[in-house]
């Protein structure tokens, strides 16, 4: 038994840093199972990590985030609205148990090798089973085994991750890393395209903002432009073949979704996809001034459907659960409390991985901290059309992603892994 721990205290974070990104699109609930996988490792080998919490404590980037996962499972947990108290706890017990992974993976950091192997195999997961799906199944969109919109947006996300890893690794990455680099980002693009998931492109100039500004903090201007520019023409190049050979599709969904903003402009349209988008914002827009700081909270719906009675709502947005916008949806549910805390949610995560000058003499931070900068930028973009911390794969991803890219940047500023926990 002694010996199985000494093996999940060295490996067991490497194995769920390939685990979390690399499963999130294979499997059905794929996302689930590397967070499972990191809190046994935790469960394990308590008596190992424990001792560290207090020196991890001193570290304000870690305390704050602790404090913040910790406060995020209360903002899910108490319900603000008109009927207060406490609510299903199903979505605060994921924030709570990450407490101890994230223990844990600073602890006995993952290698930065296996983040890079988790995300080219979750890039590659997504395009594999959007190629099959479209064209095996004669499927219109690529679902995943979810929803086109978050199957697309992980799917991309995970691409982009691969694609950062294979232009800044490139010159100390073995052939074979960045061969499964290379079809990570490619696949991964393209499941994002084949999931015809618009409003998860709106991430891209998201994405290359944080590329740029991380680059040039990091590796000053000259230095950083030229790898910015490798990044842009790789992005550009993938993009562009993909949107070609699916050319049809693409032009379909531009033109459906101009279409469906001048119906709306016009007659008030809400029956389309985008329609129905612009009748929620305004709708979440009228419950948030309703109740401006605590929210409607389990009264949302309730309070939604009053509202479509009364004139002031389309009837289309009663089939959804959300406002399809992360911060409205947030602000119509808890009002600016929830807002603020959602702000700190995504902008914590950027100060922690945002590179800094000497960064640029550690690959493997470097490359960790860019690839980390691409969880909380892609998600402002996925947010601003979709509700992605509605639903468990949305939570999961960021979340215990956080964990595992954590750890990994914790690791690369040490000499060595720790091999024992004797």
């Not at 424990?50 to 995020?72: E, I, S, T």
Request: net charge positive.
């Amino acid at each position: 038994m002694h010996r199985l721990r000494d093996w999940i205290w060295r490996y067991g974070a490497s194995i769920a840093a390939v685990m979390t990104p690399g499963l999130a699109l294979w499997l059905p609930s794929g996302y689930s199972w590397g967070p499972v996988w990191l809190l046994l490792c935790a469960l394990v080998t308590v008596d190992y990590w424990a001792p560290a919490v207090r020196g991890q404590l001193r570290d304000r980037r870690w305390a704050a985030l602790a404090a913040l996962f910790a406060l995020m499972g209360l903002l899910w947990w108490i319900d603000t609205g008109p009927q207060a108290g406490f609510n299903n706890f199903d979505i605060p017990s994921k924030y709570l148990l990450a407490l101890p992974c994230l223990a844990y993976a600073l602890a006995a950091p993952p290698r930065p090798g296996a983040l890079w192997l988790g995300v080219a195999v979750g890039g590659i997961g997504g395009g594999a089973v959007a190629l099959v799906q479209r064209y095996g199944l004669d499927m219109d969109r690529a679902l995943g085994y979810s929803n086109a919109i978050q199957f697309g947006d992980i799917s991309l996300l995970l691409g982009l991750m691969a694609l950062t890893a294979l232009v800044l690794r490139w010159r100390r990455c073995p052939k074979i890393g960045l061969a499964l680099l290379a079809a990570g980002a490619a696949l991964g693009l393209a499941g994002s395209l084949l999931s015809q998931s618009r409003g998860g492109w709106l991430a891209l100039p998201l994405a290359w903002l944080a590329w740029a500004i991380g680059l040039w903090r990091s590796k000053g201007a000259r230095a950083g432009w030229s790898l910015l520019a490798g990044l842009t023409v790789a992005l550009a190049l993938a993009a562009g073949l993909l949107a070609a050979l699916q050319r049809a599709e693409v032009e379909r969904r531009i033109d459906s979704a101009i279409s469906d903003v001048s119906a709306y402009d016009r007659h008030g349209e809400a029956d389309t996809s985008v329609g129905q988008r612009l009748a929620h914002w305004r709708v979440a827009l009228i419950m948030g001034r309703e109740r401006p700081l605590l929210g409607w909270g389990s009264g949302y719906d309730a309070e939604k459907a009053r509202l479509v009675a009364t004139g002031k709502g389309s009837p289309a947005i009663l089939a959804f659960d959300h406002a399809h916008n992360e911060w409205l949806d947030m602000y119509a549910r808890r009002g600016l409390t929830g807002v603020t805390v959602l702000a700190a949610w995504f902008t914590l995560p950027l100060l922690i991985f945002f590179p800094k000058r000497r960064d640029g003499k550690n690959s493997a931070a470097f490359a960790i901290r860019m690839t980390g900068l691409l969880l909380p930028a892609s998600y402002l973009g996925f947010g601003l059309t979709q509700v992605l911390l509605m639903h468990n794969s949305g939570h999961l991803v960021y979340l215990y992603g956080l964990v595992i890219w954590a750890g990994a940047l914790e690791g690369a500023a040490r000499p060595q892994t720790p091999k024992s926990g004797a």
